[in-house]
Nanobody, 127 residues
Framework: QVQLAESGGGLVQAGGSLRLSCAAS????????MAWFRQGPGKEREFVAA????????YYADSVKGRFTISRDNAKKTAYLQLSSLKPEDTAVYYC????????????????????WGQGTQVTVSS
């Protein structure tokens, strides 16, 4: 089992950057594939990015490709999401999630594919 805690959210102007962190507890963080989702006001939770447990493979939602970068440091038991060139439509609560299953090269985009969740961190982008 793993517990997740996000941090790094805040208020930023359009075009700005933020780095979100997801700190994990437990000894098996390195065995989990990690992902970030977000949920905007009045919207469903949507996939943002995912990274394989090895850190060697990633995939992104089309809406953030080229602007966001997911990474992880297994020694620090932390996953990251670097947000750049932010737009007002990126405003949302951002959640990290852990998947104990096998890595699927086609991508796991559904919230139900993930076993553990953090409580989220708010990102607000002003125009």
């Amino acid at each position: 089992q793993v517990q997740l805690a996000e941090s790094g959210g805040g208020l930023v102007q359009a075009g700005g950057s933020l780095r979100l962190s997801c700190a994990a507890s437990g000894r098996t963080f390195s065995s989990y594939n990690m992902a970030w989702f977000r949920q905007g006001p009045g919207k469903e939770r949507e996939f943002v990015a995912a990274i394989r447990w090895t850190g060697g493979s990633t995939y992104y939602a089309d809406s953030v490709k080229g602007r966001f970068t997911i990474s992880r440091d297994n020694a620090k038991k932390t996953a990251y999401l670097q947000l750049s060139s932010l737009k007002p439509e990126d405003t949302a609560v951002y959640y990290c999630a852990a998947d104990s299953g096998s890595w699927y090269s086609g991508g796991k985009y559904r919230p139900r594919d993930y076993d553990y969740w953090g409580q989220g961190t708010q990102v607000t982008v002003s125009s």
